[in-house]
């Protein structure tokens, strides 16, 4: 049951990867290809007991980041061939090379991490463990996020509001 | 998944499916006629048989079956067909989580009322009400036309904004009760606090007075964060899109909004929708604010032993569970008239005035609401020790 759900979701989550990629021509398909794989990606986290981030997930990227990119794809009328059109073979060679290079140190962290898993307790990954990671051990990171995004909303602001005047 | 675990599924669908969407058009429909001293749908029958116009959803539904199912020329077929079913399915999907009552075991069996008693309880109703914002930003650009791309564009700037505030607004609870898991909360609403009891901690009066011990209220949400109540109903009903609202699919400008190409059973859902995310936002207020499926005054622990006295342990139970879903239902009737008297006393906001209530009024005072809780929930522990 456990391996047949992984399977469905996990190729669901890639075919909608591929969505993202293939779908040059039309923007809105992509971004909703996009959303499926966060969907996907979701219920994969939820598997691994890390509810808390699988709800996010769809929280954050399915529910505002790609609403968000709908709504300039939108408002710009990016309809039909007006993006993607230009080749960029050195930023495309570059992508594949970091997109190699990650793929190669995930394989081989795997490689190393110690067989069989660990076992994890039902409680872990709940919202309760997450927050109580977050604020104790990982407080000054949680913090520095905090005045980073801030720093950005400001950012933000002054740059809109610059525009209108 | 137990037997239970199904039952439960299958009451939700025949109570919130079956039961609650055509009456809540009768609602409605009846509500507005009595607030507009009317008499409201009475025509329909069944062989002279009127029942007070109950028989109008069943007309309603036969005439959106049978009506043509159309799709305008340069509309993106797939997204045009699915869309009303992203916005219909997870307002659905969202009771899974809201309990209409708490723990009861008789003879030997066990019964949770709720489908599914998760940890991130109310997280998950922000996570699914976030997905059925695509049903109705990709309506009006799937229908390729010209109002319906504005619907869309309201509709897209109106829900992210108050999903900020929607969430921001609800973190007091959440400290005040320590939990987002909403069986939690409503267990947690149960107690009860002296009002007074400050009194007594800073020793103006010496402990055991019989006044401070005898005037209590309930924790329920709506006692303890009572500002939160209003922020977080307003931002619902921002996210409902129904009137003072209801900027996306203004008529007298936009036609319908987004959902102006739809046609039939389609546009159906759209309307069926929006009833019972009515349903569902009573019911999350419910849960979250107005103690749940609980008795003011009396733990569920207390009303089983009260009536197990009399009856035994096993009626006690039974009796207890009918009387905790009839309560929870009283609840959420009065919330679901409430909204409705809501959406027949006020006018449509401007857009600017929707933006402005979320973003200037909503955001700042949620923000306050939170450093408030915090500093009240200090000054409390360092008082009572």
């Given at each position: 049951m456990e391996a047949a759900l992984f399977y469905s979701f996990s190729i669901i989550a890639v075919a909608g990867a591929l969505g993202v990629l293939l779908n040059v021509r039309n923007s809105i398909n992509a971004a909703l290809s996009l959303v499926v794989t966060m969907l996907a990606l979701a219920v994969l986290f939820i598997m691994l007991n890390a509810e808390f981030i699988g709800v996010l997930q769809v929280m954050v990227y399915a529910g505002a980041i790609v609403v968000l990119f709908l709504f300039v794809v939108m408002l710009l009328n990016?309809?039909?061939?007006?993006?993607?059109?230009e080749s960029q073979p050195v930023l495309k060679a570059v992508g594949a090379l970091i997109v190699t290079a990650v793929s190669v140190k995930l394989a081989l962290l795997l490689q190393l991490a110690p067989r069989p898993w660990p076992e994890i307790s039902e409680e872990y990954g709940s919202v309760a463990q997450m927050g109580q990671v977050l604020y104790t051990d990982y407080l000054l990171a949680v913090q520095a996020a905090g005045v980073l995004l801030l720093a950005g909303i400001v950012g933000a602001v002054i740059m809109a509001k610059r525009s209108i005047d | 998944m137990t037997v239970g675990t199904v039952a439960i599924i299958l009451f939700i669908f025949a109570v919130l499916a079956m039961g609650f969407m055509p009456i809540m058009t009768w609602v409605e429909r009846k509500q507005s006629a009595l607030m507009q001293d009317r008499v409201g749908a009475n025509r329909a029958d069944i062989l002279g048989v009127r029942i007070i116009g109950l028989i109008h959803p069943i007309t309603d539904a036969i005439k959106m079956i049978t009506k043509e199912d159309f799709i305008p020329t340069g509309a993106h077929r797939f997204l045009h067909t699915i869309c009303p079913l992203i916005a219909f399915t997870p307002a659905l999907a969202a009771f899974a989580v809201i309990p209409y009552g708490g723990q009861y075991s008789a003879w030997g069996a066990e019964w949770s009322l709720v489908a599914a008693d998760v940890d991130y309880g109310v997280l998950f109703v922000f996570a699914i009400g976030s997905i059925a914002a695509y049903g109705s930003i990709l309506a009006g650009w799937a229908g390729n036309n010209n109002w319906g791309m504005l619907g869309s564009m309201r509709v897209s700037a109106q829900m992210i904004s108050y999903e900020v505030a929607m969430g921001v607004s609800v973190v007091g609870l959440f400290m005040v009760f320590g939990t987002v898991r909403l069986t939690d909360m409503g267990i947690a609403q149960q107690e009860t606090f002296r009002l007074l009891g400050f009194l007594e901690h800073f020793g103006w009066l010496g402990p055991g007075n019989w006044v401070v011990d005898h005037i209590t209220l309930p924790m329920w949400g709506i006692v303890v964060q009572p500002l939160a109540f209003f922020m977080f109903l307003a931002a619902l009903l921002a996210e409902n899109k129904?009137?003072?609202?209801d900027t996306p699919e203004g008529e007298s400008e936009?036609?319908?909004?987004?959902?102006?190409e739809y046609s039939g059973m389609k546009f159906g859902l759209y309307t069926a929708g929006e009833l019972l995310e009515v349903v569902v936002i009573a019911g999350l207020m419910t849960a979250m604010f107005l103690g749940g499926w609980s008795l003011p005054w009396i733990s569920d622990e207390e009303l089983k032993y009260g009536i197990g006295l009399l009856l035994g342990p096993n009626m006690g139970n039974v009796i207890a569970m009918v009387i905790h879903v009839g309560v929870f239902f009283g609840k959420l009737l009065a919330l679901i008239f409430f909204q409705m008297l809501i959406r027949w006393s006020l006018p449509r906001f401007r857009y600017d005035q929707v933006m402005n209530l979320g973003w200037k009024i909503l955001l700042p005072l949620s923000l306050a609401n939170i450093v408030v809780t915090g500093l009240v929930m200090l000054l409390i522990k360092e008082v009572t020790g």
């Open positions: 990016l309809r039909g061939g007006s993006m993607g059109a | 129904r009137p003072p609202f936009l036609v319908a909004g987004y959902f102006i």
